[in-house]
């Protein structure tokens, strides 16, 4: 049996094989920061290929990690396996099969077709219309469905789990061919597992663009980070508007105005960053994380209609006691919004949209056949120098 060793396998090599069933290589999707390789692969069984899968793989000898770097990145996935035996929810993508073989671990999730909010943020952008504000609510619902279960998962014994999913964000949600909102990723998730993986230093482990205040300044978190980065991807999903960015205030002017507290605060998230080779764009959304007022929220949020205006401006405050107590909370209140809207919207309304977003969009770019894992059934897979995208996994 072959192994794959690196990200030049050609078309049609079997990564490995469990009892009759074997998974193909098709092509290279990411190499992560951590030494993981993802691959898109076909699953084969004796009755021919049942379908693509994402394959994730870590090697003994993952280069650039000290073996006792291999030996936490490891924990941390074997416990995102069995993590995954915890939840079950139609909008969280699954973990299918783990196997070793020839010293390799091999992880395979659920592959989920359709293009994620980044894709579609992307293509709303380039056609210069914005997705409604039903897409919106419609989407935040099934996301906060998702997150409300893992919240509340409990073990065998009824004690909580703990669940926090920490990486929220455009990328990892997804809107397959039905319409239906998919959750992807718990790689970065924390919980209360027996045995599991401490973390060593608190720092914001996903994209820092959607990481809560108090994940990007080291401070306790809880479910309601997960609340606050779901907040972030609906404003952008709404306004096309970054609560982080720096554009419309000089780093000089917020330096000055933060208190010795903060400004403490601050200096030691960035030197987390730093100690933990976060991205450049670690330092800009930490400030921004410190210095954002609800006034600045209030006009980012002004243009849109009441229901939304006021569930992003609950989900956005800076403490998290002030924010909506659970995701079943938000969940409802976004359902209400959808139907106080007047007009019947769910995944056939949402799946509609979203094509003719995609079509539209394409129409100003030269588009490309080849498919992938971003495409919607009858509308030409865009360029993926023009809408970049991300994998996902369960």
Not at 30 to 56: N, S, Y
Not at 313 to 324: E, F, G, H, I
Not at 361 to 388: E, F, N, Q
Request: proline share 7%; glycine share 6%; hydrophobic share 40%.
């Amino acid at each position: 049996m072959a192994t794959a060793k690196g990200p030049w396998n050609p078309q049609g090599l079997i990564l490995f094989s469990q009892g009759s069933t074997s998974y193909e290589f098709l092509r290279h999707e990411e190499f992560t920061h951590h030494g993981e390789h993802i691959m898109l692969a076909w699953k084969r069984t004796p009755l021919g290929a049942e379908g693509q899968v994402l394959v994730r793989c870590l090697p003994p000898d993952a280069k650039g990690h000290t073996p006792e770097a291999l030996a936490r990145i490891r924990a941390r996935l074997e416990e995102e396996v069995r993590l995954a035996s915890y939840l079950e929810h139609p909008n969280i993508a699954r973990i299918l099969a783990r196997c070793e073989s020839n010293g390799v671990l091999y992880v395979v999730t659920e592959f989920v077709p359709g293009p994620s909010l980044h894709t579609l943020l992307s293509a709303s952008m380039m056609r210069n219309a914005r997705l409604s504000e039903a897409f919106v609510l419609y989407v935040g619902a099934e996301v906060a469905s998702a997150l409300h279960h893992a919240h509340t998962r409990t073990d065998e014994h009824g004690w909580p789990l703990g669940i926090i999913h920490r990486d929220v964000s455009p990328g990892r949600i997804y809107l397959r061919p039905d319409g239906r909102i998919t959750l992807t990723d718990f790689a970065l998730a924390r919980s209360l597992l027996p045995g599991r993986v401490n973390t060593t230093i608190p720092r914001a482990r996903g994209d820092t663009f959607y990481a809560s205040p108090e994940e990007l300044l080291c401070q306790p978190m809880d479910a309601r980070s997960d609340m606050f980065s779901l907040g972030l991807v609906l404003l952008e999903l709404a306004t096309w508007k970054v609560l982080y960015a720096t554009a419309a205030a000089r780093p000089e002017d917020l330096q000055q105005a933060l208190t010795p507290t903060a400004r403490e605060k601050i200096h030691t998230a960035e030197t987390v960053a730093v100690t933990t080779d976060m991205p450049e764009q670690a330092d800009d959304c930490i400030l921004r994380a410190a210095t954002y007022s609800p006034k600045d929220v209030e006009e980012m949020t002004e243009a849109l209609r009441p229901p939304l205006r006021s569930i992003l401006r609950a989900l956005l405050r800076y403490r998290p006691a002030d924010r909506p107590a659970s995701a079943a909370a938000v969940e409802a209140e976004l359902r209400a919004g959808l139907a106080a809207l007047g007009t019947a919207y769910g995944a056939a309304e949402a799946l509609d949209e979203a094509r003719r977003a995609v079509s539209s969009a394409a129409s100003h770019r030269d588009a490309v056949t080849p498919a992938g894992k971003d495409y919607l059934p009858g509308v030409p897979r865009l360029s993926g120098d023009i809408l970049p995208t991300r994998s996902g996994g369960a």
